[in-house]
């Protein structure tokens, strides 16, 4: 497909469906969505509504979107899908909002959960929480924490630069910061109040550090 974005997720494959790409139970395992922040001044930092795009699986380079989303976006920059196939996207606006399955099967979906925090960057780990990188900080949001709008309490609480997230097979958290940093944060080691990471470089498989990330080694890139 030819497009542009900031943001990339796929629908997993535990999410199945047997009514099409964007049946009545929602998109296929492998559908691919596509954050686009709709940026119209970018010395300003203006910014359009946004939109999000479902491609189907195997979608070719020249395929479109068999949906755009517009309802509830304001800036969308990450996006993360659940383990029953539920779309959550991050606005620079002002807050994430949830797409469930059944909304996604609609020509014009619209959010049906709103969690009253802006962020960059979204994952998911093995037990459902979310994770939203924020103004300085990770959240923490527990999976009974996402059934309805508002602004929960976080459960965790990773002071952190904005930047992007994603959890690894073994259970550890990558986040790559505005500052160039590409640090990795053990599982084990995340209910800690400062919990240790390491960072990581092209040319090395990671040093350990103590305290906030802001002190570790840039990566080369």
Known sequence: ??????GLATSPAAATTTQGTLGGTGPAPGTIFVADPGVVNSDLGALGPGSVSLYRPGAS???????????????????????SGNLWVANMGGDVVEYSRAELAKASPAPTVSIAESGDGLAFDASGDLWVSAAYNVFEYGKAQLLESGLPTPVFTLN?????????????????????????WPKGELPKVSPPFRTHSRSSQ???HLGP????VPARF
């Open 1 to 6: 497909m030819m497009t542009t974005g900031t």
């Open 61 to 83: 380079s020249h395929a479109r979107p068999e949906v755009v989303i517009t309802k509830g976006l304001a800036g969308p920059v990450g996006i993360a899908v659940d383990s």
């Open 206 to 208: 990671g040093e350990d």
């Open 213 to 216: 990330p802001e002190h570790a």
């Open 160 to 184: 952190e630069d904005d930047c992007s997230l994603s959890f690894d097979a073994s259970g550890d958290l990558w986040e790559g910061s505005m500052g160039h940093f590409l640090s990795e």
